[in-house]
């Protein structure tokens, strides 16, 4: 028999609608219930690629005994947290309070009033190992509720004072201090064998790589360099990278980056291609290349919707087992027709009894995740072959395998589609297009904009403000959800990233244009920072402002960034103005732990060190232009900015980046100009004047 599930969009939440928990959506309804009938609320927050969020399903959501209990105790509320992350990030921070520690499902029971007073995670069924279980807690719970609700109102009391402690602005901070913590707090970290920081499990965490790569050019730091180039091979040749159909998994149980939970999120794939990306742009590596092109063929492949949006992920079950689709028995290679078994037994390390340790540290059952553990060119002179024979070799095979194994019971796709995590893979196929001059890069992240254009952005009733607004998420051709910080900032910084790929007016100017509108909604313009949420998201007990980069860096974070960016390209003082409040906001709490801002740090090092400011006079399909060109996308320097004015946008590009009303342009004359603090240098008018400019300003490592 269906609940109120059964209605919903979410994949997560019609996961559940089967189940006999008598689940609601969040909602006055619940609520309401909850008050009417006084039961106190079970809030359990998970998303559909969640593993352990299954495993809970089975246990306890489907089991009647647990479900019967739950249905009598309390009114139960379903959250999938990738559609409702305003929510999530509450409880979470409510769990990591009370507990020192979170993770998903996330488990909150809390007054009809929304207040908390229990929070944790996994629950088993039945109480084991020192844990408690789902039975035991339910009447844990109702007992309490029933004969100590004046201790239950004091811990939520309690709760809902150090939700409301915000954090207090401090002048007292020093930012050349915070910098260097972070990258102490980085290299002490640093697993020289293996790559990445601390020990196990590793997070694939590319935004502090891309705050080491800009640290090393600005500082001449070789060493940040060499910790991002071993971090970046060991995670393409371990498992944690699916060598047959590509795409990087959620994060490794173990050192060596082999054994990973096999989720694919699409925030993961996006940023760690920018990482990849950036790599190749300073090194000119070619391993770097390939990695990135690989990682956006999954996305094109298994994550990308005919109309031009972007799903979120893939689970790490198939047919009910963890990597079951992933996972190779020796055996199960010779299956394979026109396989060379031998060579891809070699390449990959299949052994006979398996080649890994279970996260529980148990054997493996015959089972063979194929990784690497060595270079592409080291196991090509092992095999007498040239590169590029080994390569052509490779992929051939991996081909072969990829076909055979799409045959098998393939893991749930959630193909919901979030403005967010869109604007992250637009970034990312644009930069592509950019640094790897690839127009059908472009082209996708050109479609992925019209979309989300089309489908993920309302208007109110108001025709004189003219505002565009965006949703959150597309599901079924139903869009829905007020668009929260991250919504804004990261669809913003995908806009900037194609304006910089294309040239394309239009992209500047609604990257312009959002992000007024971002400040608008959700800018402390007393104190500082960015809220998560707008003032008419009026369902939740507090509006927070979020900072913390965990997998995928805060709103406030890529505000920042973005923030700087427009500044320089419009000259418009408001936005710097926002920046420099947000960073005297958050200056003192990031001092605390420097390290846990990575990506908000990297926006910091871009204004005090400046930009370099470039604009190219002349129409873009000038080949003298294209030849500038590509010689600007080919040299890597850290927080530079592009104008291109042409006398076609001239008259808008005037009227949006005044500073530029004094650039003559010539259309049998194309130039350069190299501008600070909206002063700008005489022209530069052949390419060896330019690429002798930029190597006077570019500190690239060798």
């Known amino acids: 028999m269906s609940n109120r ?6 994949p997560y939440l019609l996961q559940h609608s089967e189940n006999p928990v008598d689940w609601f959506p969040w909602g006055d309804e619940a609520f309401e219930k909850s008050i009417k009938e006084d039961k106190p609320v079970f809030l359990s927050i998970g998303y559909s690629t969640c593993h352990w969020c299954h495993v809970m399903e089975k246990e306890s959501f489907e089991d009647k005994e647990v479900a019967g209990l739950m249905n009598q105790s309390f009114i139960n509320i379903k959250v999938d947290r990738e559609e409702r992350p305003d929510i999530d990030n509450i409880y979470m921070e409510v769990c990591q309070m009370l507990t020192g520690s979170g993770g998903w499902p996330l488990t909150v029971i809390m007054t009809p009033e929304k207040i908390p007073f229990f929070a944790g995670t996994y629950f088993p069924k039945h109480s084991i190992h020192g844990r408690i279980g789902m039975i035991d ?51 002490s970290s640093y697993d020289r064998q293996y790559g990445g920081f601390g020990y196990a499990p590793k997070f694939p965490i590319p935004h502090q790589l891309l705050f080491l790569l800009n640290y090393s050019l600005i500082n001449n730091d070789r060493y940040s360099l060499e910790i991002v180039k071993n971090t970046l091979n060991k995670m393409r040749l371990g498992g944690i990278f699916d060598q047959i159909g590509f795409g990087f998994h959620r994060y490794s149980t173990d050192r060596q980056w082999l054994v990973p939970h096999f989720e694919k999120m699409l925030y993961d794939q996006a940023l760690m291609v920018q990482a990849y990306l950036d790599t190749y742009s300073i090194t000119r590596d070619d391993f770097y290349k390939i990695s990135a092109e690989q990682t956006l063929e999954y996305v094109l492949n298994k994550l990308t919707s005919p109309a031009g949006g972007f799903y979120s992920g893939e689970d790490a079950d198939s047919d009910g087992i963890e990597g079951k689709f992933y996972l190779w028995k020796k055996s199960d290679l010779f299956d394979i027709p026109e396989l060379d078994v031998e ?24 089972s063979n995740i194929l990784h690497l553990t060595k270079h592409f060119s080291e196991l090509a002179a092992e095999m007498n072959l040239t590169e590029d024979e080994f390569l052509n070799k490779l992929f051939a095979q991996n081909k072969i ?72 998420r597309f599901r079924k051709n139903q869009a829905g959800i007020v668009g929260n910080l991250d919504d804004y900032a990261f669809f913003v910084n995908g806009l900037l990233e194609l304006y910089r790929a294309s040239l394309d007016f239009n992209y500047l100017k609604l990257a312009n244009d959002f992000t007024i509108t971002m400040i608008d909604l959700f800018e402390d313009k007393e104190k500082g920072g960015f809220y ?48 420099v409040r947000l960073i005297n906001f958050f200056g003192s709490e990031i001092s605390k732990t420097p390290s846990a801002y990575t990506f908000f740090l990297n926006g910091i090092q871009i204004y005090i060190n400046g930009t370099i400011d470039i604009i190219l006079a002349g129409d873009i399909d000038n080949p003298k232009v294209k030849d500038f060109l590509e010689i ?71």
């Open 5 to 10: 599930l059964k209605n919903e969009l979410s």
């Open 137 to 187: 807690l339910i009447n844990r719970v109702q007992e309490l509720w029933t004969n100590n609700r004046d201790l239950i109102y004091k811990t939520s009391n309690e709760i809902i004072q150090n939700l409301h402690r915000d954090v207090r602005p401090d002048s007292n901070f020093s930012i050349e201090q915070i910098l260097t913590s972070a990258i102490d707090s980085l290299h």
């Open 343 to 366: 060579f891809i037994t070699n390449v990959y390390n299949v052994k006979d009894n398996g080649n890994f340790v279970e996260e529980h540290g148990q054997i493996s059952a015959h």
């Open 401 to 472: 395998i990829y076909d055979f194994r799409e045959k098998r019971i393939p893991p749930f796709k959630d193909d919901k589609i979030l403005t967010d995590w869109n604007g992250l893979m637009i970034s990312a196929f644009a930069k592509a297009g950019r640094i790897l001059n690839n127009k059908i890069y472009i082209e996708i992240a050109r479609k992925s904009v019209e979309f989300t254009l089309n489908k993920l952005t309302y208007s109110t009733d108001n025709k004189e403000d003219n505002l565009i607004f965006l949703y959150h």
């Open 532 to 579: 998560f949420t707008s003032e008419e998201q009026d369902d939740l007990i507090i509006r927070k402002k979020i900072i913390y980069d965990g997998a995928i860096p805060s709103g406030n974070s890529f505000a920042l960034n973005n923030l700087i960016s427009l500044y320089h390209l419009t000259g418009n003082q408001d936005f710097m103005n926002s920046a």
């Open 632 to 702: 600007i996308n080919n040299t890597y320097i850290p927080g530079v900015t592009l104008l291109n004015i042409n006398e076609q946008n001239q008259i808008e590009m005037k009227k949006l980046s005044k500073f530029t009303e004094s650039i003559e342009i010539i259309p049998s004359k194309p130039a350069v100009y190299f501008c600070n603090n909206f002063r700008c240098s005489l022209p530069i008018f052949t390419v060896e004047e330019l690429e002798h400019a930029l190597k006077g300003i570019n500190n690239k490592l060798d």
